[in-house]
C-alpha cells in the first residue's frame, strides 16, 4: 500500500503540473494570468487523478514491484 501512494502521489503531481502549464499557455502574456483559475484547474486535475489511481490502479507500480531490486 506504502507503494502504492508513492506512485500514486508522484503520478497526480505530474498531472498538476501539466494541467498547470495548460491552464497558463492559454494567456497571451504572464501578467495576465488568472492565478485563481491555474489552481483550481491544477487541483482538480491533481484529484481526479488520486481518484483514477484508486479506481483503476497504477500499471506501472504494482504490489508485487514493492520486494524487487
Given amino acids: 500500500m506504502k507503494q502504492f501512494a508513492k506512485c500514486a502521489t508522484i503520478r497526480a503531481l505530474k498531472t498538476v503540473a501539466q494541467a498547470a502549464i495548460g491552464a497558463m499557455g492559454t494567456t497571451a502574456?504572464?501578467?495576465?494570468?488568472?492565478?485563481?483559475?491555474?489552481?483550481?484547474t491544477a487541483l482538480t486535475a491533481g484529484i481526479m487523478s488520486l481518484l483514477t489511481s484508486v479506481a483503476t490502479g497504477l500499471p506501472e507500480c504494482t504490489e508485487n514491484k514493492e520486494g524487487e531490486a
Fill in 29 to 40: 502574456v504572464l501578467y495576465d494570468i488568472d492565478w485563481k483559475f491555474v489552481a483550481g
